[in-house]
C-alpha cells in the first residue's frame, strides 16, 4: 500500500518544508488543491521537487475543464522532469462551488465532461511528442512548427488519475 497526504491550502514555502518531512518520515506522495487564484500548486510542487528525491508529487485535483490542456501539459511535462519523473497527475470535472464561480460562469456537468475528455485527448497527443492535431467541439489543434519539449521522464506520459466524487 502507499500512501500520501493531500494538502488543501499552503504557502510553496511550507509545502516544500512538509514534501521533505514527509520523505524523510516515509510518505509515498504529496498531493496539493488546485485553487482558481492564490499560490499555484504547480510552482508550490516544483520547490517541493526541489527539496526531494523521492516521493511522487501531484495535485488532488487539477480541474481540468477549466484549463487549456496544453498549459497543463506543459506544467506536467517540466515538473516531471525537474524531478525526475515523479509526478503524478490527478484531473476531474472541478466542482462548481463559489470559489469558481466568482471568477467564471457555471457550466453544467454534461460540457464539463465534454471538455474533460477533449482535453485528455490533447494532453495525451501532446505528451506522445510526434505530429499531433485534433478536432473536437470545444478544442481545436493544428500540427504546427513549434519546438517540442524534451519528452518526459515517465514514458509514454505523465500519469493521470481521474478522479471524482459526489
Do not use: N
Not at 86 to 95: H, M, N, S, T, Y
Not at 136 to 151: A, K, L, N, R
Request: charge should be negative.
Amino acid at each position: 500500500m502507499k500512501c500520501g497526504l493531500v494538502v488543501p491550502f499552503f504557502d510553496a514555502d511550507e509545502v516544500a518544508e512538509i514534501a521533505a518531512r514527509a520523505e524523510d518520515s516515509g510518505w509515498d506522495g504529496l498531493f496539493l488543491a488546485e485553487a482558481v487564484w492564490g499560490v499555484d500548486a504547480w510552482v508550490a510542487l516544483t520547490a517541493a521537487a526541489m527539496r526531494t528525491d523521492r516521493i511522487r508529487l501531484g495535485t488532488m485535483l487539477t480541474p481540468l475543464p477549466r484549463i487549456k490542456p496544453w498549459d497543463l501539459a506543459s506544467r506536467a511535462g517540466t515538473l516531471d522532469r525537474l524531478s525526475k519523473g515523479r509526478v503524478q497527475l490527478a484531473v476531474g470535472l472541478g466542482a462548481l462551488h463559489p470559489g469558481w464561480t466568482a471568477f467564471e460562469p457555471a457550466t453544467s456537468t454534461r460540457e464539463r465532461a465534454q471538455l474533460l475528455d477533449e482535453a485528455l485527448a490533447i494532453y495525451d497527443g501532446l505528451m506522445r511528442g510526434g505530429p499531433f492535431s485534433f478536432q473536437g467541439e470545444h478544442y481545436s489543434v493544428e500540427p504546427t512548427d513549434f519546438f517540442p519539449p524534451d519528452p518526459t521522464v515517465q514514458q509514454p506520459r505523465v500519469p493521470v488519475w481521474v478522479v471524482g466524487a459526489h
